[in-house]
């Protein structure tokens, strides 16, 4: 089992800036990959970004040139620096861990991420 908890997300003006934060715990050993999700009212889940434990990283077209996902092994900890919010960014955000031994996705609970016009 692996748990996730998300935090820093948080009402901001469109322009402004979150960082998010995932603390990953438990069996992380065959865990190889992780990422943001997003989910707004009324639509489906979407990636937003994710990154591979050998450090490829991948973006939606919504996110590339705004967002940054960075992890630090360490401290088993993911991160999503937000620059430049729009109110269509508006939506929970999830962190996500791909088990790749047990073919298992895992899931935060999500943190709410608003941005007022």
């Known amino acids: 089992q692996v748990q996730l908890v998300e935090s820093g997300g948080g009402l901001v003006q469109a322009g402004g800036s979150l960082r998010l934060s995932c603390a990953a715990s438990?069996?992380?050993?065959?865990?190889?990959?992780m990422g943001w999700y997003r989910q707004a009212p009324g639509k489906q889940r979407e990636l937003a970004a994710l990154?591979?434990?050998?450090?490829?990283?991948n973006y939606s077209d919504s996110a590339k040139g705004r967002f940054t996902i960075s992890g630090d092994a360490a401290k088993n900890m993911l991160y999503l620096q937000m620059n430049s919010l729009k109110p269509e960014d508006t939506a929970v955000y999830y962190c996500n861990a791909y088990d790749s031994n047990y073919r298992l996705d895992y899931w935060g609970q999500g943190t709410q991420v608003t941005v007022s016009s």
């Open positions: 990154i591979t434990r050998a450090g490829g990283i």
């Open positions: 438990g069996n992380i050993f065959s865990i190889n990959r």
